[in-house]
């Protein structure tokens, strides 16, 4: 491969002849070969961001000039155009503040102005002026998972959740055995089923919802430690500003930037809600599977679609996969979660020292379960099938019906009549009509699901 010299602070050091990169990047890509993990798009573009906002920012303070400013401003819409995505190669287990990121960003940036503008502008002195890695990635981080949250996630839920809606009222007239400890219970409909489900997911909601608004507080123009040293005046609600602006949601400088760099917890916190919506579309889809269990052994209750044959050896087979699918993704967003909550735990006095990866993974989590919502609304539930025939045998079957008779007979005879009917395999209705006194009619009122529900 041929090369090109570049020199930094510790010398001269061959870098590949057509990279946008520079020395940083290229000590940062020789020392740090870890894994295959590399940070995601939306956080690139995001880092590309803030470097504009930053260049704005400073171009009206007059730390740069206005041509510096407009030639890293155009050398970001190149990297947010796709222009340069090959030019951020380094691995996601590096350096604990993503200093080598930063650098890659600032270097990448230099490259491109003076490659497609002929403006010369220095990686640090001109693109990171008034930065410090030690700010830029936390708000990078902040900047796009907001962005994530609300281009990808919160509408992913919205139709989850609309999907849930426009399913249950279809099913209102379903009436079905409940269960509790996976054991026969009092009779629902299908209908409040699924509202369940609804309302758990806007449970979810509300949580990102608040979310989202914590982590629109940046720590930017804090540089280093939290004190903006080499950063003019006002330099966070500035860079604020103008990041409001290109990215059309609103940022605001955070009260307190010492906050934002030396600790994770707002981040910890999203990471918490990101695991509640996984638990609730785990439950969500265990539900699915446990009701399209069978068709014969199982319980057979409604047929999802059949998307694939299930088995490379039992011809006929059709397994849940969606909901098989998104469990998974439930344990990795939880094993996410595990390791954000670690990684938070590193902050040693002013400075978290584990931002790529928490970074990594907050973003996965964000896309899997964006991605989760949408296959489980548009491939599960919207379409699945009800077998009636089978809800209804089970449900006329119930010993647990007899619940409904506890006023009238007491619980220790309603509980002889519901072992008697389990026993001989009998409709509750059939044994209580032999065990009490009450007239068949009366018994039918009582026990007729439709007015249990």
């Known amino acids: ?158 139709h ?35 509202s369940a489900w609804a309302s758990q997911v806007a449970n979810v909601e509300r949580a990102l919802t608040d979310g989202l608004a914590q982590i629109a507080e940046l720590p930017q123009g804090g540089t280093a430690i939290g004190s903006g040293i080499n950063a003019p005046d006002n330099f966070g609600e500035r860079f604020c500003h103008f990041l409001s602006q290109r990215t059309a949601q609103q940022f605001t400088a955070a009260a307190n930037p010492f906050a934002g760099i030396s600790g994770q917890e707002v981040n910890l916190l999203l990471s918490g809600q990101l695991n509640a919506l996984a638990t609730v579309l785990l439950k969500i889809s265990n539900d699915l599977r446990w009701m399209n269990s069978g068709p014969l052994a199982g319980l057979g209750e409604i047929s999802l679609k059949a998307l694939q044959p299930g088995s490379s050896i039992m011809p006929g087979k059709v397994n849940p996969v969606i909901p098989e699918a998104v469990a998974m993704i439930a ?20 400075l978290n020292v584990m931002l790529p990866v928490i970074a990594y993974n907050q973003l996965q989590s964000i896309e899997l379960l964006s991605n989760a919502a949408r296959a489980l609304a548009d491939q599960a539930i919207a379409d699945f099938t009800v077998n009636h025939e089978r809800i209804d045998e089970a449900l006329a079957r119930n010993p647990i019906l007899v619940t409904a008779l506890n006023r009238k007979i007491g619980y220790n005879k309603a509980a002889q009549i519901a072992k008697q009917a389990y026993q001989q395999q009998r409709p509750i209705l059939d044994v209580a009509t032999e065990m009490t006194d009450l007239s068949q009619e009366e018994l039918a009122q009582l026990l007729n699901p439709k007015n249990l529900i």
């Open 1 to 158: 491969m041929a090369t090109r010299i570049e020199t930094d602070s510790m010398g001269d050091i061959e870098v590949p002849e057509q990279a946008l990169w520079r020395a940083q990047t290229e000590r940062a890509r020789q020392n740090f070969q870890l894994s295959a993990l590399r940070f995601p798009p939306k956080f690139i573009h995001a880092l590309a961001h803030i470097k504009a906002a930053a260049a704005a920012a400073n171009a009206e303070a007059d730390i740069i000039s206005n041509e510096q400013a407009q030639a890293i401003t155009k050398a970001v819409e190149l990297i947010l155009d796709g222009k340069a995505d090959d030019a951020f190669p380094l691995d996601i287990f590096q350096t604990g503040s993503g200093t080598s990121t930063n650098m890659n960003m600032n270097e990448v940036l230099a490259s491109l102005a003076l490659r497609e503008h002929a403006v010369e502008v220095h990686p640090n002195d001109h693109v990171n002026a008034s930065q410090s890695s030690n700010d830029v990635i936390p708000t990078a981080i902040l900047v796009s998972s907001a962005i994530a949250l609300k281009t990808d996630l919160m509408p992913a839920l919205a």
């Open 160 to 194: 989850l959740r609309q999907t849930i809606a426009t399913k249950a009222e279809t099913l209102t007239d379903t009436i079905k055995t409940g269960r509790t400890h996976l054991m026969d219970a009092m009779p629902l409909s299908m209908a409040q089923e699924l």
């Open 331 to 350: 344990a990795q967003v939880a094993g996410n979660h595990q390791t954000i909550s670690v990684s938070a735990q590193q902050g040693n006095f002013q």
